[in-house]
């Protein structure tokens, strides 16, 4: 049987746009969001809040409420305890640490007494956003837009708050107010995503973007706008490749995003051995 | 004196118990340069904080142009300690200064030629124009002192806060950044406030000097302050003021803390 195959293509299409529109929300939500992650040095914490998304997912199919509010009841109160703990890298690493496994064990207990299919428990680990229904998929729009626009409103602040603290701290900037509403949103888009990509896949799409464009920019105009278009196409042409595919989703998003990353990896490297030549 | 752009009058400020001066009174002309100078603890940096409204005085008050201070005042420019950002090295130098325009507003950033006309302009003013295309963290900490500069005085500020701005630059790099920053209170009548652990490399600078030790504090100008007596009144212990080639020493200051004296060097 092989990997791909095209025939009913554009049937196929047809049926998977309200995931398409999904997966386009979730790159342009993931480019700008992962921007401020790598900026504030919170990869760890996308990690450790989508295994607290994936427990309270988990917990909620259990006990036979909605999937994707238990993904964001998870998220939220792991984002919060994260986000109030602490402003600084280090104790939010521990933090997040002790977190991670907890949640994990919650979930991982939640799915064992679960007694319905079990290709929904595997997809919230590893996703898979052709199983969404309708319904569901605007849900996901709705959230991931609300999402955005918060994000845009509050963007120059955020960024100052990320990169330079001390100095936005002297403008009247609230370092804790900002990183609260941080881990909100950060939050709410990993409950979004989980339903996509799965709880163990959600970094791809909030941490690698914005990694690969800070390879190839520094400039706070370029880089977010890159980090954007590297996760729309992530997003968006990993699920244009898995419809031609029986291979769930994921591993085609995470495989497209990773490419994007080591290119932009050897672009580095090249333009470094050109600036020393 | 014409009027003055900072005022501070009975002020009094505890910090966890402990109170780090009392009755603190300063009146801060336009252009002025005050080097802010005592030992580790004494509330030096404070002082900064509580300007930037950050701490609230038990008592007394700081007025800002004839109003009340707040938090957040972009009359107010801020130069940090040199250290590596912890964050993100990897940012441009023209968007650091940009920041420094309105990196507190909300809203997205726009590429805007208004504003790269003045960071180019707040770059030129400290001698940095040159690295506005590269990485901030990628330059050394005499350059970062330059963007900072210019990131501080980008918003025409009326009052320059300097915490620290030299330590961790080397004798040279200490000259030309505090140059810089006396270049710019004498051309834009910028009032500056500079806490410093050593007084030295801005002596000749200095309109007036602010010590703090011991919850007391004295003003004037350094050969008034930086003398034996006073620093002995001050202390309450014997303190030596030694003058050798244009250079202070204070011998026999102890911290708060009560390590053993602090000497400078």
Redesign the interface.
């Known amino acids: 049987m092989p990997i791909f195959d095209f025939t009913d293509y554009a049937l196929l299409l047809q049926l998977v746009l309200p995931s398409l529109l999904v997966a386009l929300v979730l790159g342009v939500l993931g480019g700008l969001l992962s921007t401020v992650v790598?900026?504030?040095?919170s990869s760890f914490a996308v990690h450790g809040i989508s295994e607290l998304s994936f427990a309270g997912a988990a917990v909620f199919l259990l006990i036979g409420l909605d999937v994707v509010l238990g993904a964001t009841v998870g998220s939220m109160l792991a984002a919060l305890i994260i986000g109030i703990s602490s402003t600084r890298?280090r104790s939010r690493n521990s933090m997040t640490a002790v977190l991670m496994p907890f949640g994990l064990g919650i979930g991982i207990l939640a799915l064992s007494l679960y007694p319905g299919r079990a290709s929904s428990k595997f997809s919230l680990l590893t996703g898979s956003i052709v199983s969404i229904g309708d319904t569901k998929a605007i849900t996901l729009l709705v959230i991931s837009i609300l999402i955005l626009i918060a994000l845009?409103?509050?963007?120059?602040?955020m960024?100052?708050a990320?990169?330079?603290?001390?100095?936005?701290?002297?403008?009247?900037?609230s370092l804790r107010i900002q990183s609260v509403i941080f881990m909100i949103l950060l939050g709410l888009a990993i409950a979004v995503c989980i339903q996509v990509v799965g709880a163990l896949l959600v970094l791809s799409l909030l941490v690698t973007p914005a990694a690969a464009a800070?390879r190839v920019t520094?400039?706070?105009?370029v880089g977010p706008l890159l980090a954007v278009l590297f996760a729309v196409t992530a997003a968006v042409g990993g699920m244009l490749l898995s419809l031609g595919s029986f291979l769930p989703v994921s591993p085609f998003i995470t495989t497209v995003s990773f490419a994007i990353y080591i290119i932009c990896f050897i672009i580095q490297k090249i333009n470094q051995r050109n600036v020393n030549a | 004196m014409t009027n003055p752009i900072l005022q501070i009058h009975n002020a009094t400020l505890t910090i966890e118990g402990r109170q780090l001066w009392s009755e603190l009174n300063l009146d801060v002309a336009p252009g002025e340069f005050i080097a802010v100078i005592g030992s580790n603890g004494s509330g030096k940096t404070s002082l900064l904080k509580a300007i930037?409204?950050?701490l609230k005085l038990d008592s007394g008050e700081i007025k800002l142009d004839g109003e009340p201070i707040?938090?957040?005042?972009?009359n107010?420019g801020?130069i940090?300690q040199q250290r590596a950002?912890?964050?993100?090295s990897?940012?441009?130098v023209s968007?650091?200064v940009?920041?420094?325009l309105?990196?507190?507003?909300?809203?997205?950033?726009?590429?805007s030629i208004k504003a790269k006309k003045k960071v180019i302009e707040a770059l030129r003013c400290a001698d940095a124009e040159d690295f506005a295309s590269r990485?901030f963290g990628k330059l050394s900490g005499g350059e970062q002192q330059r963007v900072?500069i210019a990131?501080?005085i980008v918003s025409e500020p009326k009052l320059l806060?300097c915490d620290e701005p030299l330590s961790a630059l080397d004798m040279q790099q200490q000259q030309i950044v505090s140059t810089l920053i006396k270049r710019e209170a004498k051309e834009h009548e910028t009032a500056v406030l500079f806490v410093t652990h050593d007084v030295n490399p801005v002596l000749d600078m200095v309109d007036r000097v602010l010590y703090l030790a011991n919850g007391r504090f004295s003003i004037g100008s350094p050969d008034e302050v930086l003398t034996s007596e006073m620093l002995t009144k001050l202390y309450g212990t014997p303190v030596d003021v030694l003058r050798n080639q244009g250079r202070i020493v204070v011998v026999g200051a102890t911290d708060h803390d009560h390590h053993p004296g602090e000497v400078w060097h």
């Open positions: 790598i900026h504030r040095d890298s845009l409103f509050t963007w120059r602040r960024l100052f990320s990169v330079d603290p001390q100095v936005a701290q002297a403008r009247g900037v800070m520094s400039s706070q105009f | 930037l409204g950050q707040g938090l957040g005042n972009s107010i801020y940090p950002l912890e964050e993100a990897d940012v441009l968007d650091l940009r920041f420094g309105a990196g507190h507003k909300l809203g997205f950033f726009l590429p990485s900072r990131q501080a806060l």
